[in-house]
């Protein structure tokens, strides 16, 4: 576990590294286009700037485009008593409680540590599992806490927000130059609208796919361990699987804070998921009883 909570402090800086990069790549793709290589420079100014401010601020973002609101414990005793008994188990500060005001059953948790975190349960969830249930997917996600997947999965977050809006508005910028001088419509400027417009987008989900799924296991079986309670984890997997929906908020960026895949289900989406199938995670829990 401690070496598992070291790798993720780790990962943290070269995960921001590897967005860094690829960003300055292609504010240097752009350059190269255009001309104009003060740009590059640019590019990278706003995306070391940006990393650090959104280090600060990706918590209150996500909870934002989530749509979660916080609770106290007079508004859902039932959610804030399980996230509080869990935290006394766990040695944790107390989180900040949200709930999401939507019917398909899922629960996230973010921050960018244990004194900074906040866990957060959809109404779907609250209505179809029991308590033991309940105990063990909240569990789940203050087993990221406590691990730091939420640093990990909070950076990943903010830096795949910023590639979209920097490949945006990299495509914009060469689409108005080319339009602005035909010497630029040549095969290299196509080469580089189709790098900026495709790869960079893919490499930024790939990243943050590589760094999910892993995440996943470790949480359902450090909740087991948490509860001492396997079976609870994996009916609440179950139930999961079972009862299933795309939630209303569909954001790709968000998608690897979940307990489950929250988009609409694809062949595409099943590809670039971040979540393993609830049938391996229920196997390598059914695989691992013993242990707990």
């Known amino acids: 576990m401690y070496k598992q909570i070291a790798a993720n402090k780790r990962n943290t800086v070269l995960i921001m590294l590897f967005f860094v990069a690829l960003i300055a790549g292609i504010g240097a793709l752009v350059a190269y286009f255009i001309h104009d290589w003060w740009i590059a420079f640019w590019v990278l100014t706003i995306a070391l700037v940006y990393a ?106 903010g830096l795949v927000c910023i590639v979209g809006y920097i490949t945006d508005l990299s495509v914009r910028m060469i689409m108005y130059t080319s339009h602005k001088d035909s010497d630029d419509n040549s095969p290299v400027g196509i080469i580089v609208l189709l790098l900026v417009s495709f790869l960079a987008p893919i490499a930024a989900s790939l990243a ?37 929906r795309p939630m209303r908020r569909q954001n790709p960026a968000t998608e690897g804070l979940y307990i489950n895949n929250p988009l609409r ?28």
């Open 52 to 157: 650090v401010i959104q280090y600060f601020l990706s918590a209150q973002l996500a909870v934002m485009m989530t749509g979660a609101k916080q609770i106290k414990k007079k508004d859902n005793p039932r959610l804030y008593n399980t996230v509080e008994n869990l935290s006394i188990a766990t040695g944790l500060p107390m989180p900040k409680v949200y709930i999401i005001d939507d019917p398909a059953p899922n629960a996230f948790a973010t921050g960018r540590d244990p004194e900074h975190a906040v866990v957060a349960a959809t109404t779907g969830l609250l209505d179809i599992m029991d308590n033991k249930e309940l105990t063990a997917v909240m569990a789940h996600e203050m087993a990221h806490v406590k691990n730091y997947d939420i640093r990990v999965s909070m950076i990943t977050f």
């Open 208 to 244: 943050q796919l590589a760094i999910s799924r892993e995440r996943e296991y470790l949480a359902d079986a450090s909740a087991a361990h948490i509860t001492r309670y396997p079976e609870g984890m994996i009916s609440a997997l179950k139930k999961l699987d079972t009862h299933a």
């Open 265 to 292: 289900k694809g062949a595409m989406n099943n590809l670039f998921s971040t979540h393993p199938s609830i049938e391996k995670r229920i196997e390598r829990l059914e695989h691992g009883k013993n242990t707990f």
